[in-house]
């Protein structure tokens, strides 16, 4: 099966390459199917690569169910189990290693983005940015696809710093190139943002990663899992600190969140949605790969600063969101807050939290794909964003997007029976219990903190819905020429609403993978 | 003194780069018949063929110890004038290398016509006879003597063309590399006076126990050398002279300064560095690291204002050699070496492009000219990018990313943790510049796209560079093989 994972990697990127060979003169259609039918394969590759890793063997019990009532063992994940592991020097000078391999907390995530970049592959086939060229497009999600499938693979500190710059440029491309199409300073601006600051986290962690070498001699995620650098102070502690810094960057974590509000606002429907959904899991998923097993101890010594951290921006993102005029800047915005939750629940360092945030993680990659794909609809039947411009009464003109954005933003805020509810509770349930060694009384005032937080975001949602879509039809007319959801829309948008219902009523099918034990 | 065997084989690349230096001036001067193009490629060939040659016999030799002009000395191993080992090879490779990219670059039709082609010839021989016994001098007499046979060819280049830009550049780079001459004669004076020796080994072991009260006196006379070579490779403060004669001078001679003048440079200063005047521990490694970190950071700031592509690329180098500072004031003669030899490959390429930009394109010295390249000279377009993305140092340009790793590791690894984050900020920094750059050459074309037929020369070179770079970026350990 390692064969497998090499190829969800190799076959985008080829196609990729194939796409730039092609002729410019080649047809958007041409490029979007040839992106749908080998994100199509990436997508089918990854379902049999999950079958293949939870599927009952003799022997092995990888699934062990808790039901609610018993009692889960308290351990969080450290050692990796990797399934499809490939492993070969590739640098012996620096001590590199090609190191490739899955388990239950990167399987889904690869899942995910193998969906997102299949449905925004989909998408493309026939409503493509105005700039055009749709082959360098398909071409760029492509390589997009195989940084994010190789940094959630990555069983070696380097080759993960590898990956995780691997999406830098084309995303810079893809929002340079291809994103709104009224404001070229403002999206140049806020593409080289995203790429500096990223890059400079990345560079921080690297030198997190080096002091992690330096005292333990390898980069091998599976050696350091097994035998962790111990210690809360010192080098171990500047190390967490320098890694913590540069996957926050990434997260992003307030107050390192100021390129995402512009990135994601300038950027094109796909483009926001991969961003959203699953480049801003790069970061989440390093504080789970990375952090905890490696540095437990140092990461102990920061939990409360990163808890306190995230506990701000959950509530300075919501306040944004209070603020904006702008339909996608707010919904960047809400992924601030969300992603501040999930921050909360890996310094919970508890199994509740931890679980919880991976949870979150692929909620959040779903629901907030949906809401960039409906904001997307919704500014390219008005060619803006601006919520003043749009109008009032979404519900009279364009039902359906009406209802889908409705139900987009409840999930969003954590209606229980939806996506987005499991995720926050049991983040929030670690926060009451964390992890052994941290201050408890910390970390139940930031959970109530946090709580609050969770009603301002029901607060700055229901806003939108009352702002966009309620309203007397008479005084906002219905533009002539708008549809309401179109085919292609709809084929589009319907796994996600799907797995949004199914995730929210069947939360074990997922958290059954995440008891370490 | 007699010479031994292992001493020709030591000198023998030196040798017969001289010599070939010699043939390409006597074939110019006594050819009056036949074609100009026939007399140009004759004497390429012939230069290319010698640099070849020293290619093939660093090959060879692989692995090798061979110390020659030894002398036995009265305490302790021998003194050894030139030291034929992995080190002394692996700056061969890279020296020889960019040396051979340089005379592709200058093929006939590319060098500018205005230019004599033997004596451009022959003072790139003689500029690489120096580097190569720079790169492999241990005793301080010959690092200054094959250091000026490095220099003086060079301006010369520069003044090769002759108007009042070339003239210029010429003088100022000649003024600046008299001064750092003579401030580096004086402190190695003080050396000698200090240890009573001129071989670097010596030196180095002497140093650690001289009397307190001179060690003042060494550590200032191994700061008037730093400062003297600070001056040569344009590390910051020393580096006024620097942008003005690479844009003064022709793009081939820009690209020969970039590639064997700086690399000659570098290689000098790890040589003393590592072996002599600042062995581990000693004060001079922090003057050097902080001379990387001041260097990196200024250079890379400068390079983004600039408008003109080889202005950036000039201040962009003095952002690449502080990186390269960075491993060589730490004594990583490994990381030092991939660097350089990453830099080499990527900079022949990008002053390649840029050759070919400015030949077909009357004042084409914009970042603006290149607009739309990567759709209107897709092969061009695509190779430059590369190019800058190596020199970034981001995917998928991973050459430059393991090397830029490596100096990092070497950086961590002997704990100047504040160095390691002035260079997390200059990746940040560098990043802004090329991205600059390449922003204009994925913009779609403007109203007169630049394309153009390319010279089959200039095709051959950058496409030899480029498939270079790709094939370091897939095995970068290659570069860190060449240096043993």
């Known amino acids: 099966m390692s064969v497998l994972l090499i190829a969800l990697m190799a076959v985008p990127a080829l196609a990729a390459a194939i796409l730039w060979a092609l002729p410019a003169g080649t047809g958007d259609r041409v490029a979007a199917i040839v992106g749908s039918v080998v994100s199509g394969l990436v997508l089918v590759g990854s379902a049999v690569l999950w079958w293949d890793l939870v599927r009952p063997r003799a022997g092995s019990a990888v699934l062990v169910g808790y039901g609610l009532g018993d009692e889960a063992p308290r351990t969080l994940p450290g050692r990796i189990y990797a399934h499809a592991e490939t492993d070969v020097s590739w640098i012996s000078a620096l001590d590199v290693r090609f190191h490739l391999g899955i388990d239950t907390i990167s399987m889904p995530l690869i899942a995910l983005t193998a969906l997102l970049v299949f449905l925004c592959c989909l998408y493309s086939l026939r409503i493509t940015p105005r700039a055009g060229r749709t082959r360098s497009l398909i071409a760029l999600l492509l390589i997009i696809e195989v940084g994010v499938i190789g940094t959630f693979s990555a069983l070696d500190l380097v080759l993960f710093f590898l990956f995780f710059e691997v999406v830098l440029i084309p995303m810079w491309l893809v929002i340079d190139i291809w994103g709104d199409e009224h404001d070229r300073v403002g999206r140049r601006r806020a593409a080289t943002t995203f790429v500096l600051m990223t890059v400079l986290g990345s560079a921080v962690m690297l030198l997190g990663f080096l002091l992690v070498h330096r005292q333990a001699g390898t980069f091998d995620l599976e050696v350091l899992g097994a035998n962790p650098v111990a210690g809360g102070h010192g080098i171990a502690l500047i190390a967490a600190i320098l890694i913590a810094v540069g996957l926050a960057v990434k997260m992003p974590l307030w107050p390192l969140h100021i390129w995402l509000p512009d990135a994601h606002a300038k950027a094109p429907t796909v483009g926001s949605v991969l961003l959203a959904g699953v480049l801003l899991k790069l970061g989440s998923y390093g504080m789970i790969r990375i952090l905890l097993p490696v540095l437990p101890d140092a990461t102990a010594t920061i939990a409360p600063y990163l808890a306190g951290f995230s506990t701000v921006a959950i509530i300075a993102g919501s306040l944004a969101c209070l603020a904006q005029t702008d339909l996608k800047r707010l919904i960047a915005y809400s992924s601030v807050g969300h992603m ?159 797995l949004t219902v199914l995730l929210g009523l069947w939360p074990f099918t997922l958290l059954d993978y995440w008891t370490f034990s | 003194m007699t010479i031994t065997w292992t001493d020709w084989q030591a000198t023998a690349v030196p040798l017969l780069l001289a010599l070939g230096a010699v043939a390409v001036l006597l074939i110019d001067g006594f050819w009056t018949t036949g074609t100009k193009q026939l007399k140009h490629t004759v004497i390429s060939l012939i230069t290319g063929g010698v640099i070849l040659f020293g290619l093939v016999f660093v090959m060879t030799q692989r692995d090798g110890f061979k110390p020659a002009f030894c002398r036995t000395a009265v305490e302790g191993p021998a003194e050894c004038s030139l030291v034929l080992e992995p080190l002394t090879l692996g700056l061969w490779a890279v020296l020889l290398l960019g040396g051979l990219g340089v005379v592709g670059l200058s093929a006939y039709r590319l060098l500018s016509a205005d230019i004599p ?223 350089l030899a990453a830099y080499v490959v990527v900079t022949l390429g990008a002053f390649g492009a840029v050759a070919v930009v400015q030949r077909h394109r009357p004042g084409g010295l914009f970042l603006s000219d290149y607009r739309g390249m990567v759709r209107s000279e897709p092969g061009l377009g695509v190779a430059l990018v590369f190019f800058l993305v190596v020199l970034a140092g981001l995917p998928p340009g991973l050459a430059g990313l393991f090397t830029k790793f490596a100096a990092f590791q070497s950086v961590i690894d002997a704990h100047y943790g504040w160095l390691a984050l002035v260079m997390a900020l200059n990746v940040m920094i560098g990043l802004a510049v090329y991205l600059r750059w390449i922003a204009e050459l994925f913009r779609l074309p403007a109203d007169d796209p630049f394309s153009v037929d390319i010279e089959s020369p200039a095709v051959g070179v950058i496409s030899i560079c480029a498939g270079a770079a790709v094939v370091l970026s897939i095995l970068p350990g290659t570069l860190f093989a060449l240096s043993g």
Not at chain 1, 393 to 417: E, Q, V
Not at chain 2, 134 to 158: K, Q, Y
Not at chain 2, 163 to 170: F, I, Q, T, V, Y
């Open chain 1, 340 to 498: 501040g939750f999930i921050g909360l629940g890996i310094a919970t360092m508890s199994p509740e939290g931890l679980a919880g945030a991976l949870y979150a993680n692929i909620a959040h990659g779903i629901i907030t794909g949906l809401l960039f794909f409906l904001a997307g609809a919704i500014k390219d039947r008005h060619d803006t964003s601006d919520l003043r411009a749009i109008g009032r009464a979404l519900y009279a003109r364009l039902p359906r997007i009406g209802g889908l954005l409705t139900f987009a933003c409840l999930a969003s805020l954590g209606l229980p029976g939806l996506a987005g509810f499991w995720g926050e509770m049991l983040i929030l349930l670690g926060a009451y219990h964390p992890g052994d060694s941290l201050p408890r009384t910390t970390f139940v005032v930031l959970m109530v903190i946090a709580g609050l937080g969770a009603v301002l975001t029901a607060a700055y949602f229901l806003q939108l819905i009352r702002r966009l879509c309620q309203g007397d039809p008479v005084e906002h007319p219905a533009t002539a020429f708008a549809v309401d959801v179109s085919r292609i829309e709809l084929i589009t948008w319907t796994p996600l609403v799907v």
């Open chain 2, 117 to 339: 082609v033997g004596e451009y010839h022959f003072l790139l021989l003689s500029a690489l006879v120096g580097g190569t016994v720079l790169a492999g001098a241990r005793d301080l007499a010959t690092v200054v003597i094959a250091l000026e046979v490095v220099s003086l060819p060079s301006f010369a280049m520069v003044a090769l063309r002759r108007d009042r830009r070339g003239s210029e550049a010429a003088l100022k780079a000649f003024l600046v590399s008299v001064l750092s001459t003579a401030v580096m004669l004086f402190g190695i004076s003080y050396l000698y006076g200090v240890t009573g020796s001129i071989y670097l080994q010596t030196i180095a072991t002497r140093m650690p126990g001289i009397d307190p009260d001179l060690r003042q006196v060494a550590f200032a006379a191994g700061l008037f050398v730093i400062v003297g070579f600070g001056f040569k490779i344009a590390a910051v403060p020393f580096h006024g002279w620097l942008p003005d004669t690479y844009s003064g001078a022709p793009v081939e001679v820009t690209a020969f300064l970039a590639v064997v003048s700086k690399s000659a440079g570098v290689a000098g200063l790890l040589v003393l560095v590592t072996f002599g005047i600042a062995p581990s521990g000693s004060d001079l490694r922090i003057v050097v690291a902080i001379l990387a970190a001041v260097t990196m950071t200024v250079g890379n700031l400068a390079a983004l204002r600039q408008v003109e592509a080889v202005r950036l690329l000039a201040w962009s180098s003095i952002g690449q050699v502080g990186f390269l500072l960075a491993p060589l004031a730490v004594g990583d003669a490994q990381a030092v070496v991939a660097y």
